[in-house]
């Protein structure tokens, strides 16, 4: 089997990854090896395929983990900067809803196609079908091996990303490379991820959705809140309000997550007074079904099970249902509860919270403190942020720094194209 020696082996191609071996390809020989048959598999799904890729209001405050020192990364690359970068590199961005960044083609294809021209550009390779197993320390040199073969390089960028989505590209493998050079590793739990609820609450109300306040409860406790649409999936609540919830639902501890529900309100925008003179007076409409009470307000699915968990004996006629009828399902249109069985997993999260400790690594390259020449990005670290672009901004901004530091540590009279 070939033995490839270069200056720089990044490990994995997917968002850190590819802005990182673009700046090191300036510096010196650098190849990216991949697990995957092809680079970018998550770049391409994410934001639905438009690739959300940043949000003009990035601040720590929208981050979790180790966010002191991560703001250190972050205050280096405003999102203007990072716009800047892509406009340079030809790509344009547009903004939309809540500062949520795009390409201007709304194509994730053309930010991944921008990254892979800059990096073959400058005469970097992306090797495919390559999952490094082992990294040993080798005389001067990093030894890189895995069924596909051994590269020996002087400096490496670890960008494995982390555990969410294994269908294209999740695994464990980053954690565990990274461990073996010395480093450590919080605990891990799936973020930005639907939560599970009981079949028998979860089934009838399959696609369904509503708009909605939906707020975390862990027994008397209100633990966080989100407001946007709802999607009933037939086994979890999901939807954006309800990722930005799962973070909070993680770090709960065991007893609290055993007493966890979802509340759902409904109609946020009425209080209980509104919502009870509108169905008196829905209600006193002649020869309206009572299980239809709720249609003119709720989506029709939803709608008949919030008067299923208010009324015990629903009458024919809405005209039956008597005040305090009235008031219990004027609460449950507020107040929707759903107890949480879990996560739906890996397999659905879009982020992992938990990683490598920044304290392990040096925020000003990227360099690790446990193992100088090699160099950790993106998800791997005990960063993650909001739904939002948040994310893929994080791993461009540590994919920039790692690469231009490896990059200066190993030639530093390169001439950069992007001032940092
Ligand atoms: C469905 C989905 C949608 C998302 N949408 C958005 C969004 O719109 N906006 C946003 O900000 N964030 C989004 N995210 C999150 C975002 O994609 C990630 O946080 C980001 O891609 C992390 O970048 P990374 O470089 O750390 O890891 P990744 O982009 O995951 O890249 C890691 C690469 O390393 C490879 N790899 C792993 N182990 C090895 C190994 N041992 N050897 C070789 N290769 C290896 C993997 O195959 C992968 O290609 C989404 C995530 C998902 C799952």
Request: charged share 20%.
């Amino acid at each position: 089997m070939e033995t490839h020696q270069v200056e720089f082996a990044v490990v994995g191609a997917g968002a850190s990854g590819l802005m990182a071996a673009g700046e090191t390809a300036q510096a010196g020989p650098t190849l990216v090896l991949e697990a995957k048959q092809r680079p970018g598999k998550k770049l391409l799904a994410t934001g639905n395929g438009r690739c959300n890729l940043g949000n003009s209001g990035a601040s720590p405050a929208r981050y979790h983990g180790d966010v002191a020192r991560a703001a250190r990364v972050l205050e280096r690359f405003p999102p203007e900067k990072l716009e800047q970068f892509w406009r340079r590199n030809g790509m344009l961005c547009r903004e939309l809803d809540e500062g949520r960044l795009y390409p201007y083609g709304m194509q994730a294809a053309s930010v991944l196609e921008c990254l892979l021209r800059r990096v073959q550009r400058r005469g970097g390779e992306i090797l495919c079908d390559f999952p490094v197993e082992e990294i040993r320390r080798e005389k001067g040199f990093f030894a890189l091996s895995g069924p596909a073969g051994k590269v020996r390089a002087r400096r490496v960028i670890l960008a494995c990303g982390g555990m969410a989505a294994p269908a294209l590209g999740g695994n464990p493998s980053g954690y565990r490379l990274a461990s073996a050079l010395g480093h450590s590793c919080t605990p891990l739990f799936p973020s930005l991820v639907p939560l599970s609820t009981l079949p028998e609450r979860a089934r009838p109300l399959k696609g369904a959705r509503s708009l909605a306040e939906v707020s975390l409860w862990a027994g008397s406790r209100g633990v966080a809140s989100s407001r946007g649409e709802v999607q009933f999936t037939g086994d979890s609540l999901s939807g954006i309000c309800v990722f930005e919830l799962s973070r909070a639902y993680g770090e709960l501890t065991d007893a609290q997550k055993r007493e966890a529900e979802l509340s759902v309100c409904l109609m946020p925008e009425h209080g209980p007074g509104d919502i009870f003179s509108f169905l008196r007076t829905a209600a006193s409409s002649p020869l309206l079904p009572a299980q239809e009470l709720l249609d003119g307000m709720l989506n029709r699915l939803v709608a008949r099970e919030v008067l299923r968990a208010a009324v015990r004996r629903l009458p024919q006629e809405a005209s039956e249902l008597r005040p305090p009828q009235l008031s219990a399902i004027a609460a449950r249109v507020r107040d929707f509860r759903f107890p949480v069985t879990g996560t739906a997993g890996w397999a659905h999260a879009q982020v992992t919270a938990g990683g490598v400790p920044l304290s392990e690594v040096d925020v000003s390259t990227m360099e690790s403190r446990l193992c100088p020449g090699v160099y950790l990005t993106g998800e791997l670290l005990n960063v993650d942020g909001d739904c939002g672009g948040y994310n893929l901004h994080w791993a461009w901004a540590t994919g920039l720094l790692a690469g231009r530091s490896a990059g200066k540590a190993a030639d530093p009279a390169v001439h950069w194209d992007v001032r940092l």
